[in-house]
């Protein structure tokens, strides 16, 4: 029984083989075969690098993830007032070589201590009110 239900097998295998391959010399069969295994090596190959090339671009992908992370984040930058200024308007007059525009300023400047250990002059208080500010003030 084993017999004949092995021969049956290689009667559909040999159904599914094309008549060109059947028909053809052995060396063509072995030059077909040995070029498949050649494409079949390439084929891996090539299926090894694009693998290799996917992991390196996900971990450079991952780590350009992690810097705009890191970038997104806003610094906290406190200040402190030392000084409040009067920008006074000097009558002085400029040979009009060098022109400090905020020399020219008029109203109050501040003088900041930062967090980051800079001191900062500003011209323009800002936003708030310069009769409200008093040295000290964040």
Do not use: C, W
Request: hydrophobic letters at 35%; glycine letters at 6%.
């Amino acid at each position: 029984m084993a017999a004949v239900a092995a021969l049956g097998e290689v009667t559909d295998r040999f159904e599914e083989i094309d008549e060109e391959i059947l028909r053809a010399p052995v060396e063509e069969i072995i030059q077909r075969t040995r070029l498949l295994e050649t494409e079949v090596k390439v084929l891996k190959g090539e299926e090894q690098n694009l693998s290799h090339e996917k992991v390196q671009k996900e971990n450079e992908i991952r780590e350009n993830s992690e810097k705009v992370k890191l970038n997104k984040q806003l610094p906290y930058l406190i200040g402190n007032i030392v000084e409040i200024l009067d920008a006074e308007d000097g009558d002085e007059e400029e040979d009009g070589a060098n022109v400090d525009l905020d020399a020219q300023r008029k109203g109050k400047a501040v003088v900041l201590k930062t967090s980051t250990r800079q001191t900062i002059f500003l011209p323009v208080v800002g936003l708030v009110d310069p009769e409200e500010l008093k040295p000290g003030d964040l």
